[in-house]
């Protein structure tokens, strides 16, 4: 790598690459006859069409990071540095052309797109750390005159595969870290979101000047091609961003072929508010953790657990600011509740509040749907029972529930099969942390919403919210290895 960018063949806004594949550094088409129509979810108008990857596009977009691996080992951590903070001046710059892209393609509303691309540019800013953080050790041994080197090296090749919700933000929250601990990188966007989550940061980072065929963006549907992305022999790690049902088979193919999964899944979150919380602050928190970004992200508060000596003021209340939230066509900035991202998920969303219903839940407010809006939406009279509080809703429905004790009220956060965010309101902020400690999920935040992602701050779930942690040090751990290579300076002595 020579340390000058590349010139950027278009902008964000418009141009073919953002209609192509990203191979070895090569825009191009896919080698399957079949083509990918990106949709807006508003207006279902197209966004972009793509002639699609298949299996021998696969091979080579892994081949290409496995070759360009060992030319970004050569690279001085210093020159591998700058062109991460290239990346980062790039997303500055564009960040306008980016925000349009983001509501046109995810419906997401400009107040979320703002918000992710916050958490890109921090997520670009720790990754640029990376590689002057690969420190090697070296250890004493109980021989004489032996030492023991312990060295931190890339894992090799890393696969990505990231969802539709926050595709630009959780497709970087890998892909960043990985190059930037020195692996080579295939990244593949969902379907629903290939521009935002794959060929958006394929630009970024040519523009910043990553060696060509280092960073590789395949957009492809699994039924062409089946599980190559997972089980081609060149990844070590594959990096897996979605639900538990396909998290679980991505874990079991990629340990059936001795690689590591990395599973950032499906969550069931619990807001707790005690009977001393500040309810105003509790429910502007509740309201944020349910409804933003249309509730469809993994840590939003599904299960919001009232105190009942505050149930009935903070239900009035909750109800409330639901109704006053703007729903709508997310280019309007005063929009707050966008469109979901396809009709099959609004359908399946509605499906789930019926079946709600059905068990005996009461409606407190109920959403119109339109389309693909499905208005916020708020159920009351809930139990565990019910599958509304047993299933991840991904859309702009609430559950009230009342408890009566403390215990209860851990007890009833803890019933599901996920634990990946929650939050606990009370103005006792030590009591409140206590009770934190109590719940069996990967994070909580007291007095505050559960939709946090902060870039030097482990990020993981329990249960069937995956396993493994990212974000700063855990990151580096997770796509990189140690190697012990021992030294022994003097004449060893053998027992035969």
């Known amino acids: 790598m020579n ?13 073919s690459p953002r209609r192509h594949q990203f191979i070895a550094g090569e825009w191009r088409d896919g080698s399957m006859n079949k083509v990918l129509v990106d949709r807006n979810p508003y207006d279902g108008t197209t966004v972009a069409e793509f002639r699609i990857a298949g299996v021998d596009d696969i091979d080579d977009a892994y081949r290409a990071a496995a070759r360009a691996r060992l030319e970004w080992d050569q690279v001085n951590p210093y020159a591998k540095r700058t062109v991460f903070e290239r990346a980062v001046r790039y997303v ?32 670009l800013k720790e990754a640029a750390t990376f590689p002057l953080r690969m420190e090697g050790r070296i250890l004493p041994s109980p021989i004489d ?52 989550g794959g060929t958006l940061i394929g630009e970024i980072f040519e523009a910043a000047g990553l060696p060509a065929g280092l960073l590789n963006v395949v957009v492809t549907e699994i039924p062409a091609i089946g599980d190559a992305f997972l ?88 109800v409330a600011k639901a109704k006053s939230l703007q729903v709508g066509d997310p280019r309007d900035s005063e929009t707050i509740v966008g469109p979901l991202i396809n009709q099959r998920q609004t359908a399946a969303l509605a499906a789930l509040v019926e079946q709600g219903i059905a ?48 215990d209860e009220a851990v007890d009833i956060a803890n019933d599901t099969d996920f634990g990946l965010s929650g939050a606990v309101h009370t103005r006792g902020l030590e009591h409140g942390v206590e009770i934190a400690k109590r719940l069996h999920t990967g994070m909580v935040h007291i007095n505050d919403t559960t939709i946090h992602d902060e870039p030097i701050v482990p990020f993981g779930g329990e249960k069937q919210s995956g396993f493994g942690r990212l974000n700063g040090d855990r990151s580096l751990d997770e796509f990189t290895t140690l190697k012990w290579i021992s030294v022994h300076r003097g004449r060893r002595q053998f027992p035969y």
């Open 359 to 406: 068990e005996g839940a009461t409606v407190a407010l109920r959403g119109e749907v339109n389309g693909n809006l499905f208005g916020p939406t708020v159920l009351t009279d809930v139990t565990t029972a019910m599958s509304v509080m047993q299933q991840e809703m991904f859309g702009p429905v609430a559950c009230l529930i009342p408890f009566d004790t403390e």
């Open 3 to 15: 340390g000058t960018a590349k010139t950027p063949t278009t902008s964000p806004v418009a141009g």
């Open 92 to 123: 500055e710059e564009h960040e306008h052309a980016i925000v349009e892209i983001i509501v046109d393609e995810l419906g997401g509303t400009r107040l979320k797109a703002m918000f992710e691309i916050g958490l890109v540019l921090n997520m």
């Open 231 to 318: 089980e081609h022999p060149a990844p070590r790690v594959i990096s897996f961003t979605g639900s538990s049902a396909v998290g679980r088979h991505v874990a079991e193919v990629a340990v059936r072929h001795f690689k590591k999964p990395l599973l950032e899944l499906g969550g069931n979150s619990a807001m707790i508010v005690l009977a001393d919380a500040d309810i105003d602050l509790a429910v502007d928190a509740a309201a944020f953790s349910r409804f933003t970004h249309q509730g469809q992200i993994c840590m939003s508060a599904n299960r919001i657990l009232v105190h009942r000596d505050v149930y009935e003021e903070f239900a009035a209340k909750f």
């Open 145 to 196: 005159d032996k030492e023991n080197r312990v060295y931190r090296e890339p894992v090799g090749v890393v696969g990505v595969i990231s969802p539709f919700n926050f595709p630009f933000f959780l497709s970087m929250k890998s892909v960043a870290p990985a190059l930037g601990a020195g692996n080579g990188v295939v990244l593949k966007p969902h379907e629903d979101s290939p521009i935002t």
